[in-house]
Each structure stands twice: as C-alpha cells, then as structure tokens.
C-alpha cells in the first residue's frame, strides 16, 4: 500500500519560512519524481515544486526564488523549503510521487497559513 504524508504545516507569519516533509512508503521511492503541489481556496490546484529521480528540479513561477524542493532517497522523503513567506502561499500542500504518466500517487495535504 502506497502511503504519502506530508508534515510541517501551520501558521506562519508573512515574510516567514516554512518547512515541510512527505515521507513515502510502498513505493520505490527512488525510481519517483516527487513534487508538491498546493491548493488555495477556490483555486486550482498548482505547481508548487518538483524533482525528477535524477535531481533536477523545477519551480512554479509564484515561488522561484524562495521555496527550495529537496529529496533524500535513503529517507524516503522529499522536502519544501520556503523563505519570505506571502500570504498568497497559503494553501493545503500536497506531495505526490510519479513514476510515469498514469502512475501518481498522492498523499492527503498538510495546511499552511501565511497571516499578514
């Protein structure tokens, strides 16, 4: 049984950080591209970050700059960094784990709060 779950969410101030972690199971963790996602109320779900099995990351446009996605293989775990936090970050984040186009995995979401 495949299992995500992210930790490290709550409140935080503007101009704060984050730190979130999404520890998997069930799965080959190293073989996966791990990416967070987030969803604001009333909006779509988005890109927050994402990193490939090789390493390479990629970054939605909102947060260039100021989140950094990491993975550490011998954990199981993938990383979100974040710096100067806005309150337009606020959202329910989500990790997901893919190994191809039809097989994604996703864990349940952990809410972070960017008060002003």
């Known amino acids: 049984q495949v299992q995500l779950v992210e930790s490290g969410g709550g409140l935080v101030q503007a101009g704060g950080s984050l730190s979130l972690s999404c520890a998997a199971s069930?799965?080959?963790?190293?073989?996966?591209?791990l990416g967070w996602y987030r969803q604001a109320p009333g909006k779509q779900r988005e890109l927050v970050a994402v990193?490939?099995?090789?390493?390479?990351?990629n970054y939605g446009d909102s947060v260039k700059g100021r989140f950094k996605i990491s993975r550490d293989n011998a954990k199981n775990t993938v990383y979100l960094q974040g710096n100067s936090l806005k309150p337009e970050d606020t959202g329910d984040y989500y990790c997901?784990?893919?190994?191809?186009?039809?097989?994604?995995?996703w864990g349940r979401g952990t809410q972070v709060t960017v008060a002003s």
């Open positions: 997901a784990a893919a190994r191809d186009s039809t097989t994604r995995y």
């Open positions: 069930g799965i080959i963790f190293r073989l996966y591209a």
């Open positions: 990193v490939t099995s090789g390493g390479s990351t």
